[in-house]
């Protein structure tokens, strides 16, 4: 249990005191996040639970460094019955294959909305980079059924995995997000890899928070990862 069987191997060697750096910054990062995230839990927590039944917080196994599987968390902002009604819409799905995704998804509660178009649901992700499952910057985490199928269907797709994953990265900052472009996101994840330095993540940092508090055609400052769907 918890374990995913990969085959990775390291690549690119990174200089030890830009690694330290990085991780500096991550923790430093993530007890600002870990405030905005406590001022959030005090403002809509009761209000998830006054919306709908179910927990506040919403967790789902995602793969991280080295394969290593870990739970990622998030505000939950679908009804807790969302996976077995994902069944009944699939008329309606955008995507192909198993991926779903859908415009004015009925699964998705009236907080959810407000959660998911401000990214406020994100912020418990801040713990997971405290803990060191991630960093403010890298590849987003996937869950292990797309790891499976990807490391099938896509070269080099398992190279992402000899990093963290991130919060926000420069897929995410190039318009790459969600279940969209999974190839053009993997050609920016490993770009990042082979390019990584302390400052392409400040940089990424302040493109994300510019394209996404300032840039209204931009996408949001975090990834979008769905509840059921993503």
Known sequence: MGLLGVVTYGKYEYNFVQIVIKRFMDICGGLVGMFFFGLAMLIFGPLIKIDSKGPILFKQQRIGKNGRVFE??????????????????????????????MKNDPRITRIGKILRKT???????????????????????????????????????????????????????????????IRKRIECDLYYIENWTVGLDIKIMFMTIFKGFINKNAYCCLLYTSDAAD
């Open 72 to 101: 990622i968390y998030k505000f939950r902002s679908m009804y807790i019955d969302a996976e077995e009604r994902k069944a009944e819409l699939m008329e309606h799905n955008e995507m192909q294959g198993q991926m779903f995704k």
């Open 119 to 181: 990214s406020i649901d994100e912020l418990p992700q801040f713990y997971n980079v405290l803990k060191g499952d991630m960093s403010l910057v890298g590849p987003r985490p996937e869950r292990p059924f797309f790891v499976e199928k990807f490391r099938e269907e896509i070269p080099r797709y398992m190279v992402k995995h000899q990093v963290r994953p991130g919060l926000t990265g420069w897929a995410q900052v190039n318009g790459y997000r969600g279940d969209t472009s």
